[in-house]
């Protein structure tokens, strides 16, 4: 069965310290991998498309990595409005998201 | 550019009662989706759209039901409200298959 996990489940930075997210996933025939933050309250915002495995995509103070098995989202020096739930979705037969991981920022 | 527009923002449903959400889209998007999201499990694909007269089946569709008679309209039936349906709805659209979605700003319904 389709799966996506994502780690941690909720990340407590410092205002400027670089962190990472994983989200790996065990799929028949990735079609593409998705990245969006939710914030409280509100609809997911896309942030990135990933389709193949070494690509990359980059976004103010976020970059996102693709290998055959999992995706990584980089916060460089997180600022406190970068605070939010980040979600991965993988695109195969149909759309499977993880559960999140929820990043708090303090300044 | 409204966007995804969702109707209503909050409910609250006997059970056994019976309801519609609504989602418009003013994007001219082809596909539009459905998902649930619970705490701890994430967004959950209900039902989703590749076109006007076009719908399918995501990984939790039972009790639920969807039509699309327009572009930009994606309604979702509840057809007999049970608490496990207690959650909060997103209605996403999109410009083309695999492709970022647009998401609304969800309906949080509570079926007691």
């Known amino acids: 069965e389709d799966q996506v996990t994502q780690s941690p489940e909720a990340l407590r930075l410092q205002e400027g310290e670089s962190s990472s997210l994983n989200c790996s996933y065990t799929v028949s025939g990735l079609r593409g991998l998705f990245w969006y933050r939710q914030d409280p309250g509100k609809g997911p915002e896309f942030l990135f498309t990933?389709?193949?495995a070494g690509e990359e995509k980059e976004k103010e103070r976020l970059k996102a990595t693709l290998t055959k098995k999992e995706s990584f989202l980089h916060i460089t020096a997180p600022k406190p409005e970068d605070s939010a739930t980040y979600l991965c979705?993988?695109?195969?037969?149909?759309?499977?998201f993880g559960a999140g991981t929820r990043l708090t920022v303090k300044p | 550019n409204a966007g995804v527009t969702q109707t209503p923002k909050f409910q609250v449903l006997k059970t056994g009662q019976s309801m519609t959400l609504q989602c418009a889209q003013d994007m001219n998007h082809e596909y539009m989706s459905w998902y649930r999201q619970d705490p701890g499990m994430g967004l959950r694909l209900i039902h989703y759209s590749v076109g006007a007269g076009i719908t399918d089946q995501g990984e939790v569709p039972n009790g639920y039901n969807v039509s699309r008679s327009t572009t930009e309209d994606f309604p979702l039936r509840l057809l007999s409200a049970a608490p496990s349906q207690t959650s909060v709805y997103f209605c996403?659209?999109?410009?083309?298959?695999?492709?970022?979605?647009?998401f609304g700003p969800g309906t949080r319904l509570t079926v007691t």
């Open positions: 996403a659209s999109s410009d083309r298959e695999i492709y970022e979605q647009y």
């Open positions: 979705a993988v695109q195969a037969y149909d759309m499977r």
């Open positions: 990933l389709y193949s």
